[in-house]
């Protein structure tokens, strides 16, 4: 995967595979969002983390399309 960006569809794949509604997810390297929003599309809980400035650009944008609660720490 160019850049390590992976898609939704398999993200999607590997969750149904290793998880249940409701299961916590974390992604210990949130880059652009992907795995905590398909997390919360598919009913997970998640924690994600990302030490660039993205992470409140990218990544809270992304979350706030899908009407995601979560909290950011800084």
Same mark, same amino acid.
């Given at each position: 995967?160019?850049?390590?960006?992976?898609? +939704?569809?398999? *993200?999607?794949?590997?969750?149904?595979?290793? =998880? +249940? #509604?409701?299961?916590? @997810?974390?992604?210990?390297?949130?880059?652009?969002? =992907? =795995?905590?929003?398909?997390?919360?599309? *598919?009913?997970?809980?998640? @924690? =994600?983390? +990302?030490?660039?400035?993205?992470?409140?650009?990218? @990544?809270?944008? #992304?979350?706030?399309?899908?009407?995601?609660?979560? #909290?950011?720490?800084?």
């Amino acid at each position: 995967f160019r850049h390590s960006k992976k898609p +939704e569809k398999l *993200m999607q794949r590997c969750l149904a595979l290793a =998880t +249940e #509604r409701g299961d916590w @997810v974390l992604d210990p390297f949130a880059g652009s969002g =992907t =795995t905590a929003a398909v997390a919360q599309q *598919m009913g997970r809980r998640f @924690v =994600t983390v +990302e030490q660039g400035d993205h992470a409140r650009t990218i @990544v809270c944008r #992304r979350l706030d399309a899908l009407g995601a609660a979560y #909290r950011f720490i800084a």
